[in-house]
């Protein structure tokens, strides 16, 4: 990109200035006494000698900024004069930036003479009027089209023609100090100046009409929005400064970020991005010579930067490469400082950054940062949009797929999730349907902070993308093209990374067979589509120096492993799983009922348990065991709860806290001893990023030693567990068990996360380091170099140590010539190394005063500035050697860290395991019992109660038995009035399934059930507009998919299917859909339906269906069944209707729906009015339905009458044939027997005993046939 598009495209004004703005006309001024002065009343400069050796026209800074002469505003000045002139201040290299003037500004300002002005002149009193005002003191109104240099040197030509006026001049005023012939007078400090004899300058009249109206410019009604806001953009040919141009060629570079430029003790924004930092920051934004400009200090980059990256901006951190010092003594002595792109922060690389990430100032940001690279690649032709055809790397799967559902898929994902704060890498490839069910499973379940897309998409997947990540949500979305891996490019270019790791030696060192990488085997397995996202997420990853993370092989894993359930997004969401649905967060969900986790790592350890049940018996029967015994640990199990506490109302807090940490355990010494170690591990770290952090070099020291520490004393505590049957420097923890602990899992992790493996190497790093230097992140004395370690530092200490020696041998001299025998350096505001000496004292006229008192002054000798010199070299140089011996040391913490993050993932099992224990504490909570694998599936709910409304409404709440059986009865069809509790009877049921299944005790009085391999749901109405789905396509999308996927062994819950359509059409559909289910799937279902028809097929699957209805009382009685339609809605418009919420065998009568529409406040007259509807509509079915059963009846009759005319002829015509044989087997009884029956039937009534009777003749005509065939 070419400088001047770079320039246009980021730093062009929006208001653009047609024509420059011409200065305003000075009106002549008229000679007022005592109000004003000519230019006859100040001598001279030239003609004075400067005060202390100090240089007035070099130093002068007066500007429209106010009264404010702080040292901060000093700096500020400083800088802009530096960005005019970079030769004309030492060390400030021109760009800006600010490093040795603030000591020479402040000595020119403290001793500037000027001569006294009258106090009482009104235009002065106006002047100090305005520059009192909050609002100029706001804001920076100094003349942008004058830079500083030019402006002192508009007062200095003013002050020096005023003092070569004419004697005419002089004369009309009135004789005093402004004299030329008087000597000058220093004006006394003012109470708001900073220093003892800070001046005021004169008041320039013209200067003063000119700073008002662009004062009040903001009142033009002709000026743009952006004018008014930010001022008039400068016009003309710009000048770029050094500074600028650094901008415009990073800006070059990085096109897609926003970039915040450090000069002196600012960041700076320019251009768009100072006006998106002003928007998002609400800081003011103006414009500071061709660029609109913002700042913030420097101290605060951490909280601004969060605050961007929040919004949703790529932000990047430019520093200065060179310090002043290094700057002096390198070949860069007159140029600007260097800069470069030192830090780039978007949402999924915050936390793992480098002086931003973790717990900054008290920021520990959200648990997770995934970042989520999705890439594609259809299926079926014809599918997807229009790039997706025309890209040449997108071929056709439809040969690979073979499966009955060939056509039901439309595409095939690759997505790989990582989590640079944690260094946790989940990955995995699936066939998705139109509706990307399974892409929004991942989406649900990984909550990625940032998408990074692989183009091109189609459309299908643009749409969901679009509904997860859209404009409110706080995803940020990066696209990426992947035309780049044609051929295989991609598993090339991971091979590449992983052969460079080896040969830099980077890696971490695994004990694993014949050398195999276990990152590059991981990768060698994944298929194609999966290696295309990684290879895009690591060159994503690349641009933040965060790609290490990938590096670690053993820590990828599959979204879902084998032995885990996947919860369809569906059930995530009409469970209430991670989020509710009222207000969207985790108040009141399964998640809230079971996370009493103490540790941050065992937070996100625990929302995958609850998203990711189990299916292994073995693994859930670990996990129970493990819970069984933490709980008794607490004390008993099930025991009732006090002040009304109960799971989900906080992090183990009230009584439950109280038994967690052991403080009513019973029994012996083990007893409440587990369960306190395990609590006291909400006392560590958040050492799962924190470790994370070491390995990616990233890390404070502060934060190595916290976390480190926090391991040591974790495995520590563990102990205490052990068996200590040797000495404990020869104690190996690996080979022993823990004291009184059943649990084979619990023994596990206890021995994983005290492992000798991690506390040795831990107190091993921890002995180089000074803790207390390493608290107060001091990289100068953090290192104990012993035993020849960090010979760098070593020598720059050393170095370090001279030159201050050097110092020291300096002071016999001093005191020599200054005749102080006792004197000694003195160090004031950071100022080191000062020689303080009487005001009286004459000193060398070569040594510089840096500051005083009243009493003494303190100067600097040469001799003493060329060592002071040496030593902040010397400093900058130790800085350097510790940040390179520090990178070392991190880079050795690799060889260790497998072992670690083990230690950690134990520990967060442990922390969810006592959680999980918490929840089992709860009054009227169970173990779950499963059934045999043999045996046939199966759900046996004894007083089953909904875990959250249980946890809040405690007795309130009505329980429910469930008996559900392959075997015997598999369905339940749910019948009931609205709100009557058929919704959360299901829901109860599937979330109990579910607790189970984590390892968790359920709300019920007994469970038994068998391991179901998945949960599906199919409830509520909502359309997807992003989509373009109506509500009744989401319906039977959802429907589909349970068809398609369920097995018998799945657990289905489907509520009022077919609600979205007209009544036949949703009668039919959720009659197949059942039907289906019980013939084809024969999974245990639950069906919730306010289609009474749906019973019937009781009648075609005897024993395996079984209708219920939820209870009620109408006017006090209870609802007893009446065969036949009601028609009396006046009647229920008006009575009182009571829920009982007990199922009980039956079907519903009636749904109580204009009962509801009372509850919700319709008004009593459409209340009416459609009860009067209901029962003329219910007239008209009735007389419908009797008319047809009218025609039904009498078409029967006739049908039967023509039969039985049919069979009659048959008859006669068979006997005719036997009498006209004459047969001599035949009797001719058997013949008028069958006789007598025709034409007994042909006179009964009863038609059906008359064509029974006449099948029966005509069977013994037959008979009589056969005997004459067979004779």
């Given at each position: 990109?070419?400088?001047?598009?770079?320039?246009?495209?980021?730093?062009?004004?929006?208001?653009?200035?047609?024509?420059?703005?011409?200065?305003?006309?000075?009106?002549p001024?008229?000679?007022?006494?005592?109000?004003?002065?000519s230019?006859?009343?100040?001598?001279?400069?030239?003609?004075?000698?400067?005060?202390?050796?100090?240089?007035?026209?070099?130093?002068?800074?007066?500007?429209?900024?106010?009264?404010?002469?702080?040292?901060?505003?000093?700096?500020?000045?400083?800088?802009?004069?530096?960005?005019?002139?970079?030769?004309?201040?030492?060390?400030?290299?021109?760009?800006?930036?600010?490093?040795?003037?603030?000591?020479?500004?402040?000595?020119?300002?403290?001793?500037?003479?000027?001569?006294?002005?009258?106090?009482?002149?009104?235009?002065?009193?106006?002047?100090?009027?305005?520059l009192?005002?909050?609002?100029?003191?706001?804001?920076d109104?100094?003349d942008?089209?004058?830079?500083e240099?030019?402006?002192?040197?508009?007062?200095?030509?003013?002050?020096?023609?005023?003092?070569?006026?004419?004697?005419?001049?002089?004369?009309?005023?009135?004789?005093?100090?402004?004299?030329?012939?008087?000597?000058?007078?220093?004006?006394?400090?003012?109470?708001?100046?900073?220093?003892?004899?800070?001046?005021?300058?004169a008041?320039d009249?013209?200067?003063?009409?000119?700073?008002?109206?662009k004062l009040?410019?903001?009142?033009?009604?002709?000026?743009?929005?952006?004018?008014?806001?930010?001022?008039?953009?400068?016009?003309?040919?710009?000048?770029?400064?050094?500074?600028?141009?650094?901008?415009?060629?990073?800006?070059?570079?990085?096109?897609?970020?926003?970039?915040?430029?450090?000069?002196?003790?600012?960041?700076?924004?320019?251009?768009?991005?100072?006006?998106?930092?002003?928007?998002?920051?609400?800081?003011?934004?103006?414009?500071?010579?061709?660029?609109?400009?913002?700042?913030?200090?420097?101290?605060?980059?951490?909280?601004?930067?969060?605050?961007l990256?929040?919004?949703?901006y790529?932000?990047?951190?430019?520093?200065?490469?060179?310090t002043?010092?290094?700057?002096?003594?390198?070949?860069n002595?007159?140029?600007?400082?260097?800069?470069?792109?030192?830090?780039?922060?978007?949402?999924?690389?915050?936390e793992?950054?480098?002086?931003l990430?973790?717990?900054?100032?008290?920021?520990?940001?959200?648990?997770?940062?995934?970042?989520?690279?999705?890439?594609?690649?259809?299926?079926?032709?014809?599918?997807?949009?229009?790039?997706?055809?025309?890209?040449?790397?997108?071929?056709?799967?439809?040969?690979?797929v073979?499966?009955?559902?060939?056509?039901?898929?439309?595409?095939?994902?690759?997505?790989?999730?990582?989590?640079?704060?944690?260094g946790?890498?989940?990955?995995?490839?699936?066939?998705?349907?139109?509706?990307?069910?399974?892409?929004?499973?991942?989406?649900?379940?990984?909550?990625?902070?940032?998408?990074?897309?692989?183009?091109?998409?189609?459309?299908?997947?643009?749409?969901?993308?679009?509904?997860?990540?859209?404009?409110?949500?706080?995803?940020?979305?990066?696209?990426?093209?992947?035309e780049?891996?044609?051929?295989?490019?991609?598993l090339?270019?991971?091979?590449?990374?992983?052969?460079a790791?080896?040969?830099?030696?980077?890696?971490?060192?695994?004990?694993?067979e014949?050398?195999i990488d276990?990152?590059?085997?991981?990768?060698?397995a994944?298929?194609?589509?999966?290696?295309?996202?990684?290879?895009?997420a690591?060159?994503?990853?690349?641009?933040?120096?965060?790609e290490?993370?990938?590096?670690?092989?053993?820590?990828?894993?599959?979204?879902?492993?084998?032995?885990e359930?996947?919860?369809?997004?569906?059930?995530?969401?009409?469970?209430?799983?991670?989020?509710?649905?009222?207000?969207?967060?985790?108040?009141?969900?399964?998640?809230?009922?079971?996370?009493?986790t103490?540790?941050?790592?065992?937070?996100?350890?625990?929302?995958h348990?609850?998203?990711?049940?189990?299916?292994?018996y073995?693994?859930?029967?670990?996990?129970?065991?493990?819970?069984?015994?933490?709980?008794?640990?607490?004390?008993?199990?099930?025991?009732?709860?006090?002040?009304?506490?109960?799971?989900?109302?906080?992090?183990?807090?009230?009584?439950?806290?109280?038994l967690?940490?052991?403080?009513i355990?019973?029994?012996?010494?083990?007893?409440?001893?587990?369960?306190?170690?395990?609590?006291?591990?909400?006392?560590?770290?958040?050492?799962?990023?924190?470790?994370?952090?070491i390995?990616?070099r990233?890390?404070?020291?502060?934060?190595?030693?916290?976390?480190?520490?926090?391991?040591?004393r974790a495995?520590?505590?563990?102990?205490?567990?052990?068996l200590?049957?040797?000495?404990?420097?020869?104690?190996?923890?690996?080979?022993?068990?823990?004291?009184?602990v059943?649990?084979?899992l619990?023994?596990?992790?206890?021995?994983?996360?005290?492992?000798?493996?991690?506390s040795?190497?831990?107190?091993?790093?921890?002995?180089?380091?000074?803790?207390?230097?390493?608290?107060?992140?001091?990289?100068?004395?953090?290192?104990?170099?012993?035993?020849?370690?960090?010979?760098e530092?070593?020598?720059?200490?050393?170095?370090?140590?001279?030159?201050?020696?050097q110092?020291?041998?300096?002071?016999?001299?001093?005191?020599?010539?200054?005749?102080?025998?006792?004197?000694?350096?003195?160090s004031?505001?950071?100022t080191?190394?000062?020689?303080e000496?009487?005001?009286?004292?004459?000193?060398?006229?070569?040594?510089i005063?840096?500051?005083?008192?009243?009493?003494?002054?303190?100067?600097?000798?040469?001799?003493?500035l060329?060592?002071?010199?040496?030593?902040?070299l010397?400093?900058?140089q130790?800085?350097?050697?510790c940040?390179?011996?520090w990178?070392?040391?991190l880079a050795?913490?690799?060889?260790?860290?497998?072992?670690?993050r083990?230690?950690?993932?134990?520990?967060?099992?442990?922390?969810?395991?006592?959680?999980?224990?918490?929840?089992?504490?709860?009054?009227?909570?169970?173990r779950?019992e499963?059934?045999?694998?043999?045996?046939?599936s199966?759900?046996?709910?004894?007083?089953?109660?909904h875990?959250?409304?249980?946890?809040?409404?405690?007795?309130?709440?009505?329980?429910?038995?469930t008996?559900?059986?392959?075997?015997?009865?598999?369905?339940q069809?749910?019948?009931?009035?609205?709100m009557?509790?058929?919704?959360?009877?299901?829901?109860?049921?599937?979330l109990?399934?579910?607790?189970?299944?984590?390892?968790?005790?359920?709300?019920?009085?007994?469970?038994?059930?068998h391991?179901?391999?998945?949960?599906f749901?199919?409830?509520?109405?909502?359309d997807?507009?992003q989509?373009?789905?109506?509500?009744?396509?989401?319906?039977?999308s959802?429907?589909?998919?349970?068809l398609?996927?369920?097995?018998?062994r799945?657990?289905?819950?489907?509520?009022?299917?077919?609600r979205?359509?007209?009544?036949?059409?949703?009668?039919?559909?959720?009659?197949?859909?059942?039907?289906?289910?019980?013939?084809?799937?024969?999974?245990?279902?639950l069906?919730v339906?306010?289609?009474?028809?749906?019973?019937d097929?009781?009648?075609?699957?005897?024993?395996?269906?079984?209708?219920?209805?939820?209870?009620?009382?109408?006017?006090?009685?209870?609802?007893?069944?009446?065969e036949?339609?009601?028609?009396?809605?006046?009647e229920?418009?008006?009575?009182?209707i009571?829920?009982?919420?007990?199922?009980?065998?039956?079907?519903?009568?009636?749904?109580?729906?204009?009962?509801?529409?009372?509850?919700?406040?319709?008004?009593?007259?459409?209340?009416?009015?459609?009860?009067?509807?209901a029962?003329?509509?219910?007239?008209?079915?009735?007389?419908?339905?009797a008319?047809?059963?009218?025609?039904?009846?009498?078409?029967?009759?006739?049908?039967?009458?023509?039969?039985l005319?049919?069979?009659?002829?048959?008859?006669?015509?068979?006997l005719?044939?036997?009498?006209?044989?004459?047969?001599?087997?035949?009797?001719?009884?058997?013949?008028?027997?069958?006789?007598?029956?025709?034409e007994?039937?042909?006179?009964?009534?009863?038609?059906v005993?008359?064509?029974?009777?006449?099948?029966?003749a005509?069977?013994?005509?037959?008979?009589?046939?056969?005997?004459?065939?067979?004779?």
């Amino acid at each position: 990109m070419k400088r001047q598009q770079v320039i246009s495209r980021f730093f062009t004004p929006k208001a653009a200035v047609a024509a420059a703005v011409a200065p305003p006309a000075t009106p002549p001024t008229a000679s007022v006494p005592n109000q004003s002065f000519s230019s006859a009343e100040i001598p001279p400069l030239a003609a004075r000698a400067p005060v202390n050796g100090s240089d007035f026209s070099a130093d002068f800074a007066f500007g429209s900024r106010g009264k404010r002469s702080s040292r901060k505003r000093v700096q500020e000045e400083v800088e802009d004069s530096a960005e005019e002139d970079s030769q004309r201040e030492r060390g400030s290299g021109g760009d800006g930036s600010f490093r040795a003037a603030p000591l020479r500004k402040k000595r020119a300002i403290r001793n500037t003479v000027i001569p006294p002005t009258v106090s009482d002149s009104p235009e002065v009193e106006a002047c100090e009027e305005i520059l009192d005002h909050p609002r100029v003191l706001s804001r920076d109104v100094e003349d942008q089209s004058l830079s500083e240099p030019q402006a002192q040197g508009e007062v200095h030509e003013q002050l020096s023609e005023r003092g070569r006026g004419s004697a005419s001049d002089v004369a009309s005023e009135e004789p005093g100090p402004s004299s030329s012939s008087q000597p000058p007078v220093v004006q006394k400090r003012r109470a708001w100046g900073p220093y003892n004899e800070t001046v005021i300058p004169a008041v320039d009249p013209a200067r003063h009409r000119k700073f008002v109206s662009k004062l009040l410019a903001r009142n033009d009604e002709s000026a743009t929005e952006e004018e008014l806001r930010y001022g008039k953009p400068p016009a003309g040919k710009p000048t770029y400064t050094p500074l600028e141009l650094q901008v415009v060629e990073l800006k070059e570079r990085y096109p897609d970020v926003l970039l915040m430029v450090e000069v002196g003790y600012k960041y700076r924004f320019f251009g768009n991005d100072a006006e998106i930092a002003a928007r998002v920051l609400g800081i003011f934004a103006y414009y500071n010579h061709n660029f609109l400009s913002a700042s913030i200090p420097t101290f605060r980059l951490h909280v601004h930067v969060r605050r961007l990256v929040e919004a949703g901006y790529k932000v990047g951190v430019v520093r200065q490469t060179e310090t002043a010092a290094i700057k002096a003594h390198g070949s860069n002595k007159t140029g600007p400082f260097t800069r470069g792109l030192s830090a780039l922060y978007t949402r999924a690389t915050l936390e793992a950054a480098e002086d931003l990430g973790g717990d900054t100032e008290g920021h520990a940001g959200r648990l997770h940062s995934y970042l989520m690279c999705i890439a594609e690649l259809p299926i079926l032709q014809g599918f997807g949009s229009s790039k997706s055809k025309k890209s040449g790397i997108l071929k056709s799967e439809s040969d690979e797929v073979n499966d009955d559902n060939a056509g039901y898929y439309d595409t095939r994902l690759g997505v790989v999730a990582v989590d640079t704060a944690t260094g946790d890498v989940m990955f995995g490839d699936f066939k998705d349907t139109v509706m990307r069910n399974e892409l929004e499973a991942r989406l649900l379940t990984c909550t990625p902070a940032e998408l990074l897309l692989a183009s091109p998409l189609s459309a299908a997947t643009e749409k969901l993308v679009l509904e997860y990540a859209g404009p409110t949500s706080e995803v940020r979305i990066e696209r990426i093209s992947r035309e780049c891996f044609r051929d295989g490019g991609a598993l090339a270019e991971v091979m590449a990374f992983y052969k460079a790791k080896g040969e830099k030696g980077a890696g971490v060192s695994v004990k694993v067979e014949e050398n195999i990488d276990p990152g590059l085997e991981a990768v060698m397995a994944m298929p194609d589509i999966v290696v295309q996202a990684l290879a895009l997420a690591l060159r994503y990853l690349r641009q933040f120096g965060l790609e290490k993370v990938l590096q670690l092989g053993a820590s990828f894993r599959s979204f879902a492993g084998h032995s885990e359930m996947s919860l369809s997004p569906n059930a995530l969401r009409q469970l209430e799983i991670l989020r509710n649905n009222a207000d969207g967060t985790d108040k009141g969900t399964l998640l809230w009922l079971m996370d009493h986790t103490h540790t941050p790592f065992g937070a996100r350890l625990m929302r995958h348990w609850v998203t990711h049940p189990l299916q292994d018996y073995e693994s859930i029967g670990a996990r129970l065991d493990a819970v069984t015994e933490i709980a008794e640990s607490m004390g008993s199990v099930g025991a009732a709860q006090v002040d009304g506490t109960f799971p989900g109302s906080g992090k183990g807090g009230g009584y439950v806290g109280l038994l967690s940490r052991g403080g009513i355990g019973e029994g012996g010494k083990g007893k409440g001893l587990l369960a306190s170690l395990l609590f006291s591990l909400g006392k560590l770290p958040d050492v799962q990023r924190g470790i994370t952090r070491i390995f990616l070099r990233t890390a404070t020291a502060a934060e190595f030693v916290s976390v480190v520490q926090g391991l040591v004393r974790a495995a520590r505590q563990l102990r205490q567990l052990y068996l200590h049957k040797k000495e404990d420097s020869e104690m190996d923890v690996d080979n022993e068990h823990p004291q009184g602990v059943r649990s084979t899992l619990l023994r596990r992790l206890l021995a994983a996360a005290s492992s000798v493996s991690v506390s040795e190497p831990a107190a091993q790093l921890l002995s180089a380091l000074d803790t207390d230097a390493a608290a107060s992140n001091d990289r100068l004395k953090l290192f104990h170099c012993r035993d020849g370690r960090f010979p760098e530092v070593t020598k720059c200490r050393l170095a370090i140590e001279s030159v201050e020696q050097q110092l020291e041998d300096l002071l016999p001299a001093i005191r020599k010539v200054t005749k102080l025998p006792r004197l000694g350096y003195t160090s004031v505001s950071g100022t080191t190394h000062l020689i303080e000496a009487p005001v009286a004292q004459r000193v060398p006229t070569n040594w510089i005063k840096v500051n005083s008192t009243k009493a003494m002054h303190r100067y600097h000798s040469p001799e003493v500035l060329e060592a002071l010199d040496a030593l902040t070299l010397a400093k900058e140089q130790l800085n350097v050697a510790c940040g390179k011996a520090w990178d070392a040391f991190l880079a050795d913490f690799a060889s260790h860290y497998v072992d670690f993050r083990a230690a950690v993932q134990a520990l967060a099992a442990l922390d969810c395991l006592h959680s999980l224990a918490i929840v089992s504490r709860s009054q009227g909570y169970v173990r779950p019992e499963f059934a045999d694998k043999s045996d046939p599936s199966q759900l046996i709910i004894t007083a089953g109660r909904h875990p959250v409304l249980d946890a809040t409404l405690q007795e309130e709440f009505v329980p429910n038995d469930t008996i559900l059986q392959t075997d015997k009865e598999r369905c339940q069809i749910i019948t009931g009035p609205n709100m009557g509790g058929k919704s959360c009877y299901i829901r109860q049921v599937a979330l109990i399934v579910i607790m189970a299944q984590v390892g968790s005790y359920v709300p019920a009085a007994s469970a038994k059930l068998h391991v179901c391999d998945a949960v599906f749901t199919r409830m509520g109405a909502s359309d997807s507009i992003q989509k373009g789905s109506s509500t009744f396509f989401e319906e039977l999308s959802e429907t589909s998919a349970i068809l398609r996927r369920a097995t018998s062994r799945s657990l289905v819950i489907v509520d009022e299917l077919g609600r979205g359509t007209s009544t036949h059409d949703g009668v039919a559909i959720a009659y197949a859909t059942l039907h289906y289910l019980l013939k084809e799937t024969r999974c245990l279902t639950l069906f919730v339906t306010h289609y009474p028809r749906l019973a019937d097929l009781k009648d075609e699957f005897p024993g395996k269906v079984g209708p219920y209805f939820v209870s009620y009382l109408a006017e006090g009685q209870v609802n007893k069944q009446s065969e036949g339609p009601i028609s009396q809605y006046e009647e229920e418009a008006t009575q009182r209707i009571t829920f009982l919420y007990k199922l009980v065998p039956g079907i519903a009568s009636r749904s109580f729906g204009l009962h509801v529409a009372r509850l919700a406040q319709v008004p009593e007259i459409c209340v009416l009015q459609a009860a009067a509807m209901a029962a003329k509509l219910e007239d008209e079915v009735s007389a419908r339905a009797a008319a047809k059963a009218s025609c039904s009846k009498v078409r029967t009759q006739l049908v039967k009458e023509e039969e039985l005319e049919e069979n009659l002829e048959d008859v006669e015509m068979e006997l005719e044939a036997v009498s006209d044989r004459r047969l001599p087997e035949v009797s001719l009884d058997d013949v008028k027997k069958v006789l007598s029956m025709v034409e007994w039937a042909s006179s009964h009534e009863d038609e059906v005993l008359a064509l029974s009777c006449l099948k029966e003749a005509q069977e013994q005509a037959k008979t009589l046939l056969r005997l004459e065939e067979t004779s």
